[in-house]
């Protein structure tokens, strides 16, 4: 079965998750006990995504950490709730042919799955900001 890009996203979640979790990891094992890889090979989308989270982390964070109200840091999040903002930023900035409203909706529809509907809330605002940051610099 050939994984679409949403399920390539909820794959690159669990795989940057665990990495979070266990910065020891080794990353071919995190790939291979995924619960729906069932792919000899990795998708090329998934390597994008999460090298490219890891690459660009320190970044990431930064730009997460302006986007925080104040009195707040970023090891105050919710770790799942981090991890989908990092996504998210990373495919908004670096990843080809995907629109910010797709990357924004993305984000939210991970965070139905592996977060919370207080966590949603404040994705969709942290990218909202975010993206009128852009848009105001642009």
């Known amino acids: 079965m050939s994984l ?3 399920m390539i996203r909820e794959e690159a979640f669990q795989v940057l998750f665990a990495l979070q979790s266990d910065s020891e ?3 071919q094992t995190v790939y291979e006990a995924i619960p729906h890889h069932d792919e000899k090979q990795i998708p090329p989308y998934l390597l994008t995504l999460v090298n490219g989270v890891r690459e ?3 970044q990431l964070d930064e730009q997460i950490n ?3 109200a104040s009195g707040w840091t ?8 981090l991890v989908i903002l990092r996504l998210a930023l990373f ?3 670096y990843a080809e042919n995907v629109p910010t409203v797709v990357a924004i909706n993305e984000a ?3 965070t139905k799955t592996f977060s919370s509907d207080k966590s949603r809330k404040f994705i969709n605002g942290a990218l909202g900001k975010f993206e009128k940051q852009v848009n105001e610099n642009n």
Do not use: S, Y
């Open 4 to 6: 679409n890009r949403h």
């Open 25 to 27: 990891a080794d990353i």
């Open 56 to 58: 660009h982390q320190d």
């Open 66 to 68: 302006d986007l925080l």
């Open 74 to 81: 970023i090891n105050r999040l919710a770790k799942p709730d």
């Open 91 to 93: 495919e908004i900035q």
């Open 108 to 110: 939210l529809e991970l």
